[in-house]
C-alpha cells in the first residue's frame, strides 16, 4: 500500500474512533431511503454481486463508508454516495447493519420498488429515427458499445445545452469478434468488431420521473433501463447501480458520453 494511502485510511480510522453513540433508529430510515436499494433493508442485498450487511462488524461498516467517503477506497457507485452521507448518517447506519442477524449468502432481497420501475419505453425504430455519435471498446468485458441519440438531445448537444426532457441515449452492448490468435478483434478505427448483441442499455429523461427517486440516487428526471436483443425487458436489473454511477456525471447531464455527443452533433 502506498503511503498516501496508508495516512488516507488511517486519518479515516481516526474519524472513526471520534465517532459518538449512533442512533440506530436513525440508521435504518437512512437505510430504507437509500442504502436498502442494493444492500436490502434487512441487510440481505438484491444480488449475489453485492455484499450482504446484515450482522457486519459496526466499525468496519463506518470506516469503509468513511474511506468511501473521502476516496482514500475507490468504487465509482459507492464513492458517489458516501460522500452525500454526513459523519452521523455513517454512524447510524453501521450500528443498524450490525444490530442485525446475519443472512445465508443464497438469499437476496427484493428491489427498491420505486427504482425497479422505470418509465423508459422500449425505443424500436432507433436505428431509423436516432444518430449513431460515438462507440467504445470494453476490453475488461469483452464488449463494444455503439451509442445513438435521439434528435431531442441531439439538437440540445448541437447549442451545448443540457439534455431537456425527452432526450433518450440508447447503447447497444455486443460480444467482441476473435481474430485468428483469438484475441479480440479490431477494425481499421480500432474499435472492436461487433460480434452479437448482448443487450440494449437506455437512458430517458421526462418531467417528473426523478420525483420517487431518493434524492441521494435521483439523476434529476433520467430513468434507466436494460432491454434484451428482443426488445424486452431485462429480468433481475437493478437500477440503483445506474443511478449512483451516474451521479457523478451530473454536470454532464448525467451521460458518460454526452461530450461525445456534443463533439460529433457540432460537426454536423
Request: with cysteine.
Amino acid at each position: 500500500m502506498k503511503a498516501r494511502s496508508i495516512l488516507a485510511v488511517t486519518g479515516v480510522l481516526a474519524i472513526a474512533g471520534a465517532a459518538q453513540a449512533a442512533n440506530v433508529a436513525a440508521g435504518r430510515a437512512k437505510v430504507e431511503q437509500v442504502c436498502s436499494a442494493c444492500h436490502g433493508l434487512e441487510g440481505i442485498s438484491v444480488a449475489e454481486t453485492i455484499p450482504n450487511l446484515g450482522g457486519q462488524r459496526e466499525r468496519y461498516i463506518e470506516t469503509q463508508l468513511l474511506a468511501l467517503k473521502s476516496g482514500a477506497r475507490q468504487n465509482s457507485m459507492m464513492n458517489n454516495i458516501a460522500g452525500q452521507l454526513s459523519r452521523d448518517d455513517i454512524a447510524n447506519i453501521a450500528a443498524y447493519f450490525s444490530s442485525l442477524p446475519g443472512a445465508g449468502s443464497g438469499t437476496v432481497s427484493d428491489f427498491m420498488p420505486t427504482i425497479s420501475k422505470t418509465n423508459v419505453p422500449f425505443p424500436a425504430n432507433h436505428r431509423q429515427t436516432f444518430v449513431k455519435y460515438f462507440a467504445a471498446n470494453f476490453p475488461d468485458l469483452k464488449q463494444v458499445r455503439h451509442y445513438y441519440a435521439n434528435p431531442v438531445a441531439l439538437e440540445a448537444a448541437r447549442t451545448g445545452k443540457p439534455l431537456p426532457d425527452g432526450s433518450i441515449l440508447l447503447a447497444e452492448v455486443y460480444s467482441v469478434k476473435l481474430d485468428d490468435r483469438l484475441e479480440l478483434a479490431k477494425g481499421p478505427d480500432g474499435i472492436f468488431i461487433p460480434n452479437q448483441l448482448v443487450f440494449y442499455s437506455v437512458m430517458q429523461r421526462g418531467a417528473g420521473w426523478g420525483k420517487d427517486i431518493p434524492a441521494i440516487l435521483r439523476n434529476e428526471d433520467w430513468n434507466y433501463a436494460a432491454f434484451a436483443p428482443d426488445g424486452k425487458l431485462r429480468p433481475r436489473v437493478n437500477n440503483a447501480e445506474c443511478f449512483a454511477c451516474h451521479k457523478s456525471q451530473d454536470a454532464e447531464s448525467f451521460g458518460f458520453t454526452t461530450k461525445d455527443l456534443e463533439r460529433y452533433a457540432q460537426k454536423k
